[in-house]
């Protein structure tokens, strides 16, 4: 069975503050996909990235950036020079590719407050 | 804009009652999947239909159906509400379904029982 495993609940951090989001998963797949997603206030879940099993390069766009190690099974997220907008839930979630059956299992999600 | 539509966004209802919420997907995308999001549960996978079909399930009551018409759109379903049903429900879509390309989410409809 699949598990994403967000430790952290809750995170308060003062703008311009780095911060990095953790995220541990569990699988029998070789093959898998992991994302991330926020949810602002409003509560649309807002489509982050995807990243697939095969690729290890770690990403960055923008203020964000994320590191794949597989080693480890996690696939953390940082903010960097945090802001009031990046004030959400981010949820961190697996999905499996096996046939047509590609449901996401999620964290239970972190809420990161970003004080002025 | 993620290109998955919801409707209605709120719903206010009474227990006992039976609802029926609206996705329609993105242009192209044959998977539907349904997903509850509650204080307790967190968001887990209700199910899947990808073409019409139904593909996977999850943690879906019996009281809750789902289908998928063959303008690809899908209706939710939700029978005997009870107050522990109050939740936001989600919708995405996804591509050919043999692999999830991307799964964009609707805005969700928040269901409240009263």
């Known amino acids: 069975a699949q598990k994403v495993t967000q430790a952290q609940t809750e995170i308060s951090v003062v703008e311009k503050e780095d911060v990095t989001l953790d995220c541990v998963y569990e699988?029998?797949?070789?093959?898998?996909?992991l994302f991330w997603y926020k949810q602002p206030p409003s509560g649309e879940l807002v489509f982050l990235i995807r990243r697939n099993s095969f690729d290890e390069q770690n990403e960055i766009s923008g203020r964000y950036s994320w590191n794949f190690q597989k080693s480890t099974s996690s696939f953390n997220f940082t903010i960097t020079a945090s802001q009031v907008v990046d004030s959400a839930v981010y949820f961190c979630?697996?999905?499996?590719?096996?046939?047509?059956?590609?449901?996401?299992?999620f964290g239970k999600g972190i809420t990161l407050s970003v004080r002025p | 804009d993620s290109g998955v539509t919801q409707t209605p966004k709120h719903l206010i209802t009474a227990t006992g009652q039976r609802v029926t919420l609206r996705c329609s997907p993105r242009s192209g995308d044959l998977s539907v999947y349904w997903y509850q999001q509650s204080l307790d549960q967190g968001l887990q996978f209700l199910i899947q239909y990808y073409n019409g079909e139904e593909r996977a399930k999850g943690n879906i009551l019996e009281r809750f159906s789902a289908q998928q018409f063959p303008d690809l759109h899908s209706e939710l379903n939700l029978s005997s509400l009870e107050l522990g049903d109050s939740a936001l429900y989600f919708c995405?879509?996804?591509?050919?379904?043999?692999?999830?390309?991307?799964?964009?989410f609707g805005q969700g409809t928040r269901l409240t029982v009263v």
């Open positions: 995405a879509s996804s591509g050919s379904g043999t692999s999830l390309k991307g799964a964009f």
């Open positions: 979630a697996l999905s499996e590719v096996s046939g047509a059956n590609s449901k996401l299992t």
């Open positions: 699988t029998r797949d070789t093959t898998y996909y």
